[in-house]
């Protein structure tokens, strides 16, 4: 992620040039210092984060990932709370208490970016910040405001210092209060051809039963994935050592699953306080359930190869050239590719061998073909392989060359020695 793309580089450009906003906050130093700790926090990041949390329409559902999320999660919605302005002041101030450093940079950049002068009392608190970039991006945000802001007549939102900034939270019963570490989250999924079906189990591990437990799908892969059942839903209750489970349905409709589901969990304890359970998120990956077989000859594969996307990488992996050949045609055909080409080839203590499969969109017009070559001396243990992808849908080929290569060191157990 450039600094100059995001929220905060439009706050430091919107109005002032570079030279002339130094100049405005006393020198290059406290710009260039800014800048070294807003870079360490905006590392480039993953963009399917990105665009899951762009389906985070509503401020509440920002707010639960901003609290509840994984760092990169929460550190990315924490950046869209900037646009809410004035009415997420409260989920900003709870992130200047994140255990993360650059969530808290993030959280004072935002409250800038609001432009209004009744977020320096928010910001004022956080000063003597434990990290240096945290202080640093305080101060420049306040001095930010201090020249730039604008007056807001009346703010809904007054700051209360705590003694405790760990256990920040404001009274609002829109807002969990804090994480429990009692309720465990375990999440996973099942994918059949037309359907996926989230599973989701909430264990109680307290001393105490918990209640009203709610669980939220705050995103998850819009693209390709329709959901059958609602968003949001309800156990009553959970007693202590006992779960609960729910499953949320989707309707398969592309021919190309990836990314992650997100999801929020809150629940009341029996003191009647609001929490949050930690509910992780879950990578979601599947492509060859949307395809089917597409029976051909290879002559046929040529003349089509030369209208499709080609992929290809060499890794070198320690194992038998000939055992990884003899596994390769079952991957293949558990992953619905008709195989067109099959064959080996010894000579002079060398082994060669060709596999090659296709098969056809479900959704689209799109094919999908594999071929993969395994090249080795026999006895030494170590050998090439090169694994070539072709497809209509450019999206699809480097993610289809990374499962079935995950996949072939999984099913023969080897180690790839490239490190990839």
């Not at 007056?151 to 900034?165: D, F, R, T």
């Not at 705050?218 to 202590?240: G, K, M, N, R």
Request: charged fraction near 25%; aromatic fraction near 6%; include cysteine.
């Amino acid at each position: 992620m450039d600094m100059n793309d995001g929220a905060l580089g439009g706050l430091l450009l919107s109005r002032k040039t570079d030279k002339n906003l130094s100049r405005a906050m006393g020198g290059g130093e406290s710009l260039r210092r800014l800048r070294k700790a807003v870079k360490q926090v905006l590392k480039p990041s993953d963009d399917k984060i990105t665009r899951m949390l762009e389906q985070i329409t509503s401020i509440q559902a920002t707010r639960d990932a901003a609290l509840t999320g994984d760092e990169d999660t929460r550190l990315l919605a924490v950046c869209k709370l900037g646009e809410w302005g004035e009415d997420a002041f409260e989920s900003l101030d709870i992130a200047l208490n994140d255990e993360s450093s650059h969530v808290r940079t993030i959280a004072a950049g935002m409250l800038a970016y609001t432009r209004r002068l009744d977020a320096i009392p928010i910001l004022e608190k956080y000063s003597t910040d434990n990290t240096e970039n945290v202080r640093e991006t305080v101060a420049f945000a306040i001095n930010w405001l201090q020249k730039y802001g604008e007056e807001a007549p009346e703010s809904p939102y007054i700051p209360v210092s705590k003694e405790n900034p760990a256990a920040v939270l404001l009274e609002s019963d829109t807002m969990p209060l804090r994480t429990t570490d009692d309720v465990i989250v375990i999440n996973d999924y099942a994918i059949t051809p037309e359907s996926l079906e989230y599973g989701i189990t909430i264990k109680n591990e307290g001393t105490t039963p918990i209640y009203e437990v709610s669980v939220s799908i705050l995103a998850y892969p819009i693209e390709s994935l329709s959901p059958v059942d609602p968003l949001i839903q309800l156990i009553e209750d959970i007693q202590p050592n006992d779960s609960g489970s729910l499953i949320f349905g989707f309707r398969i409709e592309g021919e190309y699953i990836e990314g992650e589901i997100i999801t929020s969990v809150r629940l009341v304890d029996s003191n009647g306080e609001d929490l949050a359970a930690k509910a992780g998120n879950v990578f979601i990956r599947s492509i060859y359930n949307q395809f089917e077989p597409f029976e051909m000859g290879a002559d046929e594969f040529i003349h089509m190869k030369s209208d499709m996307k080609q992929w290809n990488r060499e890794h070198t992996v320690d194992a038998e050239a000939s055992d990884i050949y003899n596994t390769l045609q079952s991957i293949l055909e558990t992953r619905n590719l008709y195989i067109f080409q099959n064959e080996s080839m010894e000579r002079d203590n060398a082994f060669m061998g060709v596999i090659a499969g296709i098969a056809k969109s479900k959704f689209s017009e799109n094919n999908l073909a594999i071929a993969l070559t395994v090249v080795g001396t026999q006895g030494d243990g170590i050998s090439k392989l090169r694994i070539d992808i072709f497809s209509n849908n450019n999206e699809l080929v480097h993610s289809a060359a990374s499962d079935i290569f995950e996949i072939i060191l999984r099913n023969l157990n080897i180690v790839d020695l490239n490190g990839e």
